[in-house]
T-cell receptor, first 109, second 113 residues
Framework: GENVEQHPSTLSVQEGDSAVIKCTYS??????FPWYKQELGKRPQLIID?????GEKKDQRIAVTLNKTAKHFSLHITETQPEDSAVYFC????????FGAGTRLTVKP | EAGVAQSPRYKIIEKRQSVAFWCNPI?????LYWYQQILGQGPKLLIQ????????DSQLPKDRFSAERLKGVDSTLKIQPAKLEDSAVYLC???????????FGQGTRLTVV
């Protein structure tokens, strides 16, 4: 099955700075790459996703980039705010959906 | 649109006991996933159903875990007998098909003592 690695495991930034989280995947057939945000004690919720036929996608302060050749994709959050503090998970999907280990993002006011 | 429903929300059992979790996906969603999320870790896929067929159960500890989705709608996940290391949140998610947004239930927090 698919193997997804995610880095870093923890990330602390100052409010207003940018945050970048990176993931690599093993199955070149994977064609859908979502990012989920999970706040403490809550369910994961989709924040952005990208398909393999697209290199970059933006939604306000959030963007995702995909490099199919290198089999890695990244989440970029600009102008971070304290409410962005959460755990973020990447996933790669072909037949099944496997998650990375997660990144705990802390945005300091 | 109603979300993914899971029950119970919390369960405390002693080791070696049995426990079952229930999931009702969003209406019309063919794909259903069960994940195990240990505190501080990412969700680990246990089993994936497409309608009532199993797509992937390679990470399901089959000596103690079982799952079914007999009518292709709701699903149950069972652990028998439970071990201390089974303490985790069990998340159910559903999608219309693979490769689309997955919606998660609230999860069942299992504590094995």
């Amino acid at each position: 099955g698919e193997n997804v690695e995610q880095h870093p495991s923890t990330l602390s930034v100052q409010e207003g700075d940018s945050a970048v989280i990176k993931c690599t995947y093993s199955d070149s057939a994977s064609n859908y790459f979502p990012w989920y945000k999970q706040e403490l004690g809550k369910r994961p919720q989709l924040i952005i996703d990208i398909r393999s036929n697209v290199g970059e996608k933006k939604d306000q302060r959030i963007a995702v980039t995909l490099n199919k050749t290198a089999k890695h994709f990244s989440l970029h959050i600009t102008e971070t705010q304290p409410e962005d503090s959460a755990v973020y998970f990447c996933a790669a999907i072909y037949n099944d959906m496997r998650f990375g280990a997660g990144t705990r993002l802390t945005v300091k006011p | 649109e109603a979300g993914v429903a899971q029950s119970p929300r919390y369960k405390i059992i002693e080791k070696r006991q049995s426990v079952a979790f229930w999931c009702n996906p969003i209406s019309g969603h063919a794909t259903l996933y069960w994940y195990q999320q240990i505190l501080g870790q990412g969700p680990k896929l246990l089993i994936q159903f497409q309608n009532n067929g199993v797509v992937d159960d390679s990470q399901l500890p089959k000596d103690r875990f079982s799952a079914e989705r007999l009518k292709g709608v709701d699903s149950t996940l069972k652990i028998q007998p439970a071990k201390l290391e089974d303490s985790a949140v069990y998340l159910c998610a559903s999608t219309q098909t693979g490769g689309t947004e997955a919606f998660f239930g609230q999860g069942t927090r299992l504590t094995v003592v």
